[in-house]
């Protein structure tokens, strides 16, 4: 086996973000998904971003396989870490994490963090979601389009506040 060294810890470190990159790109198109079922939800977030993830990895998969031949054995080792982390993790995104969200994925509202959606809306102006109304109100329709609308007692009459 290998042992834990110093270039090993920093390899580590460096590919912990990598190694879950390529399951968080498709858990939020997943996520952000207009499907109705799982199924609908999945196929569109594999649609959507699965090119995309599917292409950085055989990118970063290239670049480490160049880092094979390197006569350093840091880079070496480095090259072959790479590999093997982005290797599994891809085969993880696209293997088995869409099965997961098949069978156990949210759907709906199910899963929705209602109290981040409503500090979401608290820092954008917006009204939270348990306040807003689930139809727009109509506007009330003029009956005769020719006369025009009656002014409220508040509002200016030719510029002047009514006393």
Not at 33 to 62: I, N, P, Q, Y
Not at 126 to 133: C, K, L, S
Request: with cysteine.
């Amino acid at each position: 086996g290998w042992v834990l060294g110093m270039y090993e810890c920093m390899f580590l470190q460096l590919t912990a973000g990598m190694a879950v990159d390529y399951t968080v790109h498709l858990a939020h198109a997943y996520n952000e998904s207009a499907g109705e079922t799982r199924e609908a939800k999945m196929r569109e977030s594999l649609s959507e971003m699965g090119v995309s993830v599917l292409s950085g990895a055989v990118s970063t998969l290239g670049a480490s396989i160049c880092l094979f031949v390197c006569s350093f054995k840091v880079f070496y080792l480095y090259g072959s870490f790479i590999f093997f982390v982005i290797l599994w993790a891809i085969l993880w995104a696209v293997l088995f994490f869409p099965a997961l969200m098949i069978s156990l994925g949210p759907s709906g509202e199910l899963g929705d963090i209602k109290l981040l959606r409503s500090l979401q809306a608290l820092l954008s102006g917006a009204p939270a979601p348990d306040q807003m109304e689930t139809e727009p109100k109509a506007e009330p329709e003029r009956e005769d389009d020719s006369k025009p609308p009656v002014q409220k007692e508040c509002e200016p009459k030719d510029g002047v506040l009514p006393s």
